[in-house]
């Protein structure tokens, strides 16, 4: 941190950090710059150590709620039991009018789970954006369907 202009908020992780810095608009021909695959929840360009790519909108909003329905082991949350990426994306795909939230909650209800299960999972699921952190207040602003 001495070396090199760097940022550090208290209770946020590093990648809420990037998606924060992705979204703002502070920053001009930004270039997300990280292996994790739960940062190509950002329209943006990304480099992720092997292929510089442009993540759409549409793709960047489709990995969170796949993310949401799969889990992520290595972050801590579970996700949808025996819902692996091929079956989150089969779900998702049906999806018409961006209604995620509902066929990501009917999907955690059929198995057996409830909407605190889906609304955790979802909010584990995301990363922060310019949109869901207050600056002012130094709080994330929680999905709420």
């Known amino acids: 941190m001495d070396t090199w202009k760097s940022e550090q908020v208290e209770g946020l992780e590093a990648d809420d950090l990037l998606g924060i810095a992705a979204t703002s608009g ?8 990280s ?22 909108p549409e793709a960047a909003e489709l990995k969170r709620w796949m993310q949401s329905l799969t889990g992520d082991a290595t972050d801590g ?3 949808v039991p025996q819902c692996g990426p091929k079956k989150a994306e089969a779900i998702l795909k049906k999806v018409k009018d961006g209604k ?9 209800l059929e ?14 699921a995301t990363i922060l954006s310019s949109d869901s952190w207050d600056a002012e207040k130094q709080k994330p602003i929680l999905f709420t369907p």
């Open 35 to 56: 292996p994790d695959k739960d940062l190509e929840q950002f329209a943006c360009r990304i480099w992720n150590g092997k292929e510089e790519f442009t993540q759409t």
């Open 26 to 33: 502070k920053y001009k021909r930004f270039v997300l710059c």
């Open 111 to 124: 198995a057996g789970l409830t909407e605190e299960d889906a609304l955790t999972n979802i909010r584990l």
């Open 100 to 108: 995620y939230y509902e066929a990501v909650l009917k999907t955690y």
């Open 77 to 79: 949350y579970k996700g």
